[in-house]
């Protein structure tokens, strides 16, 4: 009995042995072939741009610009500006061409302060970057640049010389991505568009606007006070008058959701002054910028010149207790016609 | 019975080893060593010919002008990887290949509603997974649009006349986009051909991974080689030994006698607390010797209730053990202080009144005999203690501890005058009252000042009560003739108790 349960105890130890040492061999293997599922990333959003890539197309951008203001043409500018700071760019390049200088604000710095890259998939495409400030210590510069379509590249849409003192918003870091607004966007004391409009408002009707009270003063809305009222006593020494009038531009507002609900809105606002010399005499170009731009022009009693202001505003969360506020804004005669 | 069943035990430890021996050492250990040599064999395999090749290579064919991996396609097999991709028609006018990595969603946005070909994965280890997709979306039509090699969304862009490559460490989410593009600057004669050649060409793609880390199979089977070799021997050796029974400790109880039990411990701790509160009932407590407890087990710790600590006790038992004589000391000194004292001390005072009676009596009888006095003038004085005593006969010492003046002054001139001598017999006793109890009122208090005064008025209030006084205080000596009894012993603390009861007044 005790054989046999013997002989099978040692039958089975050789067994099992024989079976483990047939299964060995199978660890020889290179193992499973991988599956892409194994290996690809969650769905964490990535930002459009890398830095680099950012500083590259900026690189490049800037030396378009440099190009046009050697040239003093704004021939090949089309490759990497675009909206209205093609405009404005174009008009002081022939400004400068007829003055023989380009004016100091046109300035664009090497070196950024900050950028915010958007992680949206979608295009357009927006990225807001601040340079530093110039060698000359003028204010940093906000700069918008679109990407229209996935076959296009990335242009310079905008361009806004902040105001001294102006607090911009904190927005994400690049490694994490912003987020792009839209210009309808909810949760702020006013959606983008209507902040935009209503600033026009201010800016045409100054304190007797019916916005006025919605927007913290700015540098902006006095500099044009003072100008306005300075042609004015000039317009009223020959009883004439003068009228202006902000439009926003339709379709041209970029939005950026910053980190604490609000949103940074850059938006083109297009202006007419109108002047109209009165005792027949005639109205005059204000300014040299106007004058160059007029060029040789015969000049008549009433004299039109069309601005292409950018401005860029703060519209803060409805929950917060600040104003909107004007933190930046740029503003460049583009025609000056007689009438 | 014992020894036939160790008999018989001894018998199957001599058998049993044997058969487990057998089987360990024949069976167990060569099977374990068998099988320890297989794995370092196959580990040394395994490290040598079995090792896992370094690269892997996959390859597919398409034809398609767009050719993109799927996310994570890139890294499936190792962080870098090179991809080549050639135009099978070669080197053709009008056409070339470009290359690029990006992100998923700018490749998807670039072929915006066209169709591609994309990479799904590893089809084997040498073929690559592809399958036919369109892009969703649609192109915008404008006249910006740039060419492929000038995009600004790819991280790297390479391109090629026939065939280009591109080595990379992508990162997560990042995606290969083969592109066939027109050549730029061949526009005129070979547009048509460049037209053609980009509708449909036909792309070879590879791609190419180093194993980097390779898996190390032969480490597990070194190890466990190493440890089956150990445990070969283990069961070869100890294994194959009988267990060893383990003695128990002790004599066959092994739980330790604990020197204290849970009850007496408790009782030791609560024994005082009880013991004040009764104090006050009986005095039995107090007959005790102070070595023993409530319970009167041995061993147990001697509590010492502080607030009942009488030094006048102390010294009268330093005293004892010094003179003998003295025995009769505590009991008077007590009494002064118990007037102005609590009633614990005069407790305690009565309690070591009571442990002293003893020695007191004898003293005392001592003293009768060598003087043989009648009864003196200290006896009336005694005698006021007497009416208290008796009243006190069965109540407490805290009555005998009241303090009361007469009594206790009595009480104290005989006590004090028990220093030259013992009873009341002495003639000497009542001077010696005066200057002791005269000295008295100096360590007492105010009661005890006038003690002298007292004596006086107390022997006016007493003198009714002499006789019986006398007949209390007169028994110690005939007390003594006869032998103690148990109440001689109760009438001398009585006696004591007395003093301090008369003081109530």
Same mark, same amino acid.
């Given at each position: 009995?005790?054989?046999?349960?013997?002989?099978?105890?040692?039958?089975?130890?050789? @067994?099992?042995? *024989?079976?483990?040492?047939?299964?060995?061999?199978?660890?020889?293997?290179?193992?499973?072939?991988?599956?892409?599922?194994?290996?690809?990333?969650?769905?964490?959003?990535?930002?459009?741009?890398?830095?680099?890539?950012e500083?590259?197309?900026r690189?490049?951008?800037?030396?378009?610009?440099?190009?046009?203001?050697?040239?003093?043409?704004?021939?090949?500018?089309?490759?990497?500006?675009?909206?209205?700071? *093609? #405009?404005?760019?174009?008009?002081?390049?022939?400004?400068?061409?007829?003055?023989?200088?380009?004016?100091?604000?046109?300035?664009?710095?090497?070196?950024i302060a900050q950028t915010v890259i958007p992680?949206?998939?979608?295009?357009?495409r927006s990225v807001f970057a601040i340079t530093?400030?110039?060698?000359?210590?003028?204010?940093?510069r906000l700069l918008v640049m679109n990407?229209?379509? @996935?076959?296009?590249?990335?242009?310079l849409w905008g361009v806004a010389? *902040?105001?001294?003192?102006?607090?911009l918003p904190?927005f994400p870091?690049p490694?994490?991505?912003a987020?792009m607004g839209?210009?309808?966007?909810?949760?702020?004391?006013?959606?983008?568009?209507?902040?935009?409009?209503?600033?026009?408002?201010?800016?045409?009707?100054?304190?007797?606007?019916?916005?006025?009270?919605?927007?913290?003063?700015?540098?902006?809305?006095?500099?044009?006070?003072?100008?306005?009222?300075?042609?004015?006593?000039?317009?009223?020494?020959?009883?004439?008058?003068?009228?202006?009038?902000?439009?926003?531009?339709?379709?041209?507002?970029r939005v950026m959701r910053s980190?604490?609900?609000?949103d940074l809105v850059v938006?083109?606002?297009?202006?007419?002054?109108?002047?109209?010399?009165?005792?027949?005499?005639?109205? *005059?170009? @204000?300014?040299?910028?106007?004058?160059?731009?007029?060029?040789?022009?015969?000049?008549?009693?009433?004299?039109?010149?069309?601005?292409?202001?950018?401005?860029a505003?703060?519209?803060?969360?409805?929950?917060?207790?600040?104003?909107?506020?004007?933190?930046g804004?740029?503003? #460049?005669?583009?025609?000056?016609?007689?009438? | 019975?014992?020894?036939?069943?160790?008999?018989?035990?001894?018998?199957?430890?001599?058998? +049993?080893?044997?058969?487990?021996?057998?089987?360990?050492?024949?069976?167990?250990?060569?099977?374990?060593?068998?099988?320890?040599?297989? =794995?370092?064999?196959?580990?040394?395999?395994?490290?040598?010919?079995?090792?896992?090749?370094?690269?892997?290579?996959?390859?597919?064919?398409?034809?398609?002008?767009?050719?993109?991996?799927?996310?994570?396609?890139?890294?499936?097999?190792?962080?870098?990887?090179?991809?080549?991709?050639?135009?099978?028609?070669?080197?053709?006018?009008?056409?070339?290949? =470009?290359?690029?990595?990006?992100?998923?969603?700018?490749?998807?946005?670039?072929?915006?509603?066209?169709?591609?070909?994309?990479?799904?994965?590893?089809?084997?280890?040498?073929?690559?997974?592809?399958?036919?997709?369109?892009?969703?979306?649609?192109?915008?039509?404008?006249?910006?649009?740039?060419?492929?090699?000038?995009?600004?969304?790819?991280?790297?862009?390479? =391109?090629?006349?026939?065939?280009?490559?591109?080595?990379?460490?992508?990162?997560?989410?990042?995606?290969?986009?083969?592109?066939?593009?027109?050549?730029?600057?061949?526009?005129?004669?070979?547009?048509?051909?460049?037209?053609?050649?980009?509708?449909?060409?036909?792309?070879?793609?590879?791609?190419?991974?180093?194993?980097?880390?390779?898996?190390?199979?032969?480490?597990?089977?070194?190890?466990?080689?190493?440890?089956?070799?150990?445990?070969?021997?283990?069961?070869?050796?100890?294994?194959?030994?009988?267990?060893?029974?383990?003695?128990?400790?002790?004599?066959?109880?092994?739980?330790?006698?604990?020197?204290?039990?849970?009850?007496?411990?408790?009782?030791?701790?609560?024994?005082?607390?009880?013991?004040?509160?009764?104090?006050?009932?009986?005095?039995?407590?107090?007959?005790?010797?102070?070595?023993?407890?409530?319970?009167?087990?041995?061993?147990?710790?001697?509590?010492?209730?502080?607030?009942?600590?009488?030094?006048?006790?102390?010294?009268?038992?330093?005293?004892?053990? +010094?003179?003998?004589?003295?025995?009769?000391?505590?009991?008077?000194?007590?009494?002064?202080?118990?007037?102005?004292?609590?009633?614990?001390?005069?407790?305690?005072?009565?309690?070591?009144?009571?442990?002293?009676?003893?020695?007191?009596?004898?003293?005392?009888?001592?003293?009768?005999?060598?003087?043989?006095?009648?009864?003196?003038?200290?006896?009336?004085?005694?005698?006021?203690?007497?009416?208290?005593?008796?009243?006190?006969?069965?109540?407490?010492?805290?009555?005998?501890?009241?303090? +009361?003046?007469?009594?206790?002054?009595?009480?104290?001139?005989?006590?004090?005058?028990?220093?030259?001598?013992?009873?009341?017999?002495?003639?000497?006793?009542?001077?010696?009252?005066?200057?002791?109890?005269?000295?008295?009122?100096?360590?007492?208090?105010?009661?005890?000042?006038?003690?002298?005064?007292?004596?006086?008025?107390?022997?006016?209030?007493?003198?009714?009560?002499?006789?019986?006084?006398?007949?209390?205080?007169?028994?110690?000596?005939?007390?003594?003739?006869?032998?103690?009894?148990?109440?001689?012993?109760?009438?001398?603390?009585?006696?004591?108790?007395?003093?301090?009861?008369?003081?109530?007044?």
């Amino acid at each position: 009995m005790i054989r046999t349960n013997h002989g099978r105890r040692v039958c089975r130890g050789l @067994a099992a042995v *024989l079976v483990g040492l047939t299964l060995l061999p199978l660890a020889a293997c290179e193992g499973e072939v991988p599956t892409a599922k194994d290996r690809s990333s969650s769905a964490t959003p990535q930002p459009d741009l890398t830095t680099q890539q950012e500083a590259r197309i900026r690189r490049s951008i800037v030396k378009t610009l440099e190009q046009a203001n050697q040239a003093k043409d704004p021939a090949g500018l089309d490759a990497r500006v675009t909206g209205p700071q *093609l #405009q404005i760019r174009s008009s002081e390049l022939t400004i400068a061409k007829s003055t023989g200088n380009l004016d100091p604000k046109t300035t664009i710095p090497g070196q950024i302060a900050q950028t915010v890259i958007p992680g949206d998939s979608g295009w357009p495409r927006s990225v807001f970057a601040i340079t530093t400030t110039t060698e000359d210590q003028q204010s940093k510069r906000l700069l918008v640049m679109n990407q229209a379509s @996935a076959r296009e590249n990335y242009k310079l849409w905008g361009v806004a010389r *902040l105001f001294q003192g102006a607090q911009l918003p904190k927005f994400p870091v690049p490694t994490i991505g912003a987020q792009m607004g839209a210009a309808d966007d909810k949760g702020l004391k006013e959606t983008p568009q209507q902040a935009v409009e209503h600033y026009a408002d201010v800016l045409q009707h100054g304190k007797n606007s019916k916005y006025a009270k919605e927007f913290s003063s700015d540098y902006l809305r006095d500099s044009i006070g003072k100008l306005t009222d300075t042609v004015q006593q000039g317009i009223d020494a020959n009883k004439g008058e003068q009228k202006q009038t902000f439009t926003p531009e339709k379709g041209q507002i970029r939005v950026m959701r910053s980190s604490d609900g609000g949103d940074l809105v850059v938006a083109q606002i297009n202006s007419v002054w109108t002047r109209k010399a009165g005792e027949g005499r005639e109205s *005059l170009p @204000a300014s040299d910028a106007e004058k160059a731009l007029f060029g040789g022009g015969q000049a008549t009693s009433t004299m039109k010149v069309t601005y292409v202001n950018v401005i860029a505003i703060y519209v803060p969360s409805s929950s917060s207790s600040d104003p909107v506020k004007a933190v930046g804004a740029e503003r #460049q005669p583009v025609k000056v016609e007689a009438v | 019975m014992s020894t036939l069943a160790n008999e018989e035990t001894g018998e199957a430890v001599n058998r +049993a080893p044997s058969k487990r021996t057998r089987i360990m050492r024949g069976i167990v250990t060569p099977t374990l060593g068998l099988l320890a040599v297989a =794995c370092i064999v196959f580990g040394v395999l395994n490290a040598t010919v079995w090792k896992p090749s370094g690269g892997v290579e996959a390859s597919a064919s398409v034809e398609s002008p767009y050719l993109v991996t799927d996310p994570g396609v890139l890294q499936l097999v190792d962080d870098q990887v090179t991809v080549t991709a050639r135009l099978a028609s070669g080197r053709a006018s009008g056409v070339r290949l =470009c290359m690029a990595m990006g992100s998923a969603q700018d490749a998807v946005g670039w072929m915006a509603g066209q169709r591609y070909e994309r990479v799904r994965g590893l089809d084997g280890w040498t073929k690559l997974d592809t399958a036919s997709e369109r892009a969703p979306g649609r192109q915008a039509k404008t006249a910006d649009q740039v060419d492929f090699e000038h995009s600004d969304m790819w991280r790297q862009v390479k =391109c090629g006349a026939g065939s280009v490559t591109m080595a990379a460490e992508p990162q997560e989410g990042q995606v290969a986009i083969i592109s066939v593009e027109k050549a730029s600057g061949d526009m005129h004669g070979s547009k048509a051909a460049a037209r053609k050649g980009a509708a449909k060409p036909k792309i070879d793609m590879t791609m190419r991974w180093e194993h980097r880390k390779v898996s190390n199979y032969s480490l597990p089977l070194y190890i466990a080689g190493g440890l089956l070799a150990v445990l070969a021997v283990l069961s070869a050796t100890v294994f194959a030994m009988e267990p060893v029974r383990r003695r128990k400790a002790g004599g066959g109880d092994g739980r330790e006698r604990p020197e204290v039990t849970v009850a007496e411990a408790f009782g030791g701790v609560l024994a005082p607390v009880f013991s004040m509160f009764r104090r006050s009932k009986s005095g039995k407590r107090h007959s005790r010797p102070a070595g023993e407890g409530p319970d009167g087990t041995e061993g147990r710790p001697k509590v010492v209730d502080v607030s009942a600590k009488n030094m006048v006790a102390d010294q009268q038992a330093a005293g004892d053990e +010094a003179t003998g004589t003295d025995a009769a000391e505590p009991p008077v000194l007590n009494i002064p202080s118990d007037r102005g004292q609590a009633d614990s001390r005069d407790h305690e005072g009565g309690a070591d009144r009571q442990d002293t009676g003893e020695d007191m009596q004898d003293y005392l009888a001592r003293l009768a005999d060598e003087v043989a006095v009648p009864e003196g003038p200290g006896t009336p004085e005694a005698s006021h203690a007497s009416p208290d005593d008796r009243e006190e006969e069965v109540p407490d010492a805290t009555g005998q501890a009241g303090g +009361a003046e007469d009594a206790s002054a009595d009480l104290d001139d005989s006590t004090v005058g028990a220093f030259p001598s013992a009873d009341d017999g002495n003639p000497m006793r009542d001077g010696m009252h005066d200057s002791t109890v005269g000295a008295f009122p100096a360590i007492g208090d105010d009661a005890g000042s006038d003690g002298g005064l007292d004596d006086s008025t107390d022997s006016g209030e007493g003198d009714g009560i002499s006789d019986e006084t006398t007949e209390v205080f007169e028994p110690e000596g005939r007390t003594r003739a006869r032998g103690l009894k148990a109440g001689d012993r109760r009438s001398d603390g009585k006696a004591k108790g007395g003093r301090g009861k008369g003081g109530d007044r």
